[in-house]
Nanobody, 124 residues
């Protein structure tokens, strides 16, 4: 059983930045992902990163603005979010995949453990 705890959410104005953190209760060799969900919308994959090679994947909507990284020594995954827009407002969840690779990283069913989320609100 792996417990994931997110932090770093908050309220910012358009163009602002936030850095989300996700700390795991134990080391995970699997793909780690960030997802977001707004009321009335499906959960959307934002970014993912592998443990062994640090290979990253991003949704088109965040490429060039968001950066995912991980500190394996600290069992922590980060999501640096820059140039935030109102449409980025959502509850952000981190998740640990069932697999080492991130081949289908944006499919929620592929993740075994989920955090409770941290809220991001971007005002215009």
């Amino acid at each position: 059983q792996v417990q994931l705890v997110e932090s770093g959410g908050g309220s910012v104005e358009t163009g602002g930045s936030l850095r989300l953190s996700c700390t795991a209760s134990s080391y995970s060799r699997t793909c780690m992902g960030w997802f977001r969900q707004s009321p009335g919308k499906e959960r959307e994959g934002v970014a993912a990163i592998t443990a062994l090679t640090g290979t990253t994947s991003y949704a088109d909507s965040v490429k060039g603005r968001f950066t995912i990284s991980r500190d394996s020594a600290e069992n922590t995954v980060y999501l640096q979010m820059n140039s935030l827009q109102p449409e980025d407002s959502a509850m952000y969840h981190c998740a640990a995949s069932r697999l080492v690779g991130c081949g289908t990283w944006d499919v929620p069913a592929g993740y075994k453990y989920w955090g409770h989320g941290t809220q991001v609100t971007v005002s215009s």
